[in-house]
């Protein structure tokens, strides 16, 4: 299993200010997934962040909003930009099992933040 | 396209009865389907995981599920509740490594 770290586990941001969230994984992956949790609501799925290639963004979210950064095959960086209360929520990292095509996932324990 | 429904936003049992959660999915191809928990303050943890091979699953912490494709559904269950047990759960069917996730349902664990 992998072993995910994420900084900073929670904050409390001004309206209008950026964050970056990092993620560090203790093993090299391809790809590295990046989540929201809404207040009381289920996991959305952000992007996919590749080493070398720019992010994959789902419908909803893009770039300018959400720029990515993958430097190397064990670390990603989330950014929340111009940052409004709707952006509170948690942001978790995620990675994938060690055996291809299982589908499973492993999941960082999340970054809390909290737009004033 | 592929999704997930949790009949129930939340369930409370007392310690020692057992734990149901419910869950049909939808999906256009055979699914890989998913139990997640998530503690408090904490990151999702896989609790099992169905991948086309035997319909009963069996999971960490005494938890199970029964996939049945006739119903499309994959309900959580474990027959003593404990109070750690208390958490959220979520159900969740996969596509080519993007999970979709049910809207989860939160447990609670009476003395």
């Known amino acids: 299993s992998a072993v995910i770290s994420q900084k900073p586990s929670r904050d409390i941001c001004q309206r209008g200010t950026s964050l970056t969230i990092q993620c560090q994984v203790d093993s090299q992956v391809t790809m590295m997934f990046w989540y929201r949790q809404q207040p009381g609501q289920s996991l959305t799925l952000i992007a996919t962040?590749?080493?070398?290639?720019?992010?994959?963004?789902e419908s909803g979210f893009v770039i300018d909003k959400f720029p990515i950064s993958r430097p190397n095959l064990t670390f990603s960086t989330l950014t929340v930009s111009n940052m409004s209360p709707e952006d509170s929520s948690i942001y978790l990292c995620?990675?994938?099992?060690?055996?291809?095509?299982?589908?499973?996932?492993?999941f960082g324990e999340g970054s809390r933040l909290t737009v004033l | 396209a592929q999704s997930v429904t949790q009949l129930d936003s939340h369930v409370s049992v007392s310690e020692g009865t057992p734990v149901l959660l419910r869950c049909n999915y939808s999906s256009s191809y055979s699914p890989s389907l998913f139990w997640y928990v998530q503690h408090p303050n904490k990151g999702l943890q896989l609790l099992l995981k169905y991948t086309s091979a035997a319909t009963l699953v069996k999971g960490i912490n005494g938890f199970e599920a029964e996939f049945k494709k006739s119903e499309t559904s994959f309900h959580l269950t474990k027959p003593s509740a404990h109070m750690s047990d208390a958490a959220e759960y979520f159900c969740v069917v996969s596509g080519d490594y993007k999970l979709s996730f049910g809207a989860g349902t939160t447990v609670t664990v009476r003395a």
């Open positions: 995620s990675v994938p099992g060690e055996r291809a095509g299982s589908g499973e996932l492993f």
């Open positions: 962040a590749n080493q070398g290639s720019e992010a994959t963004y």
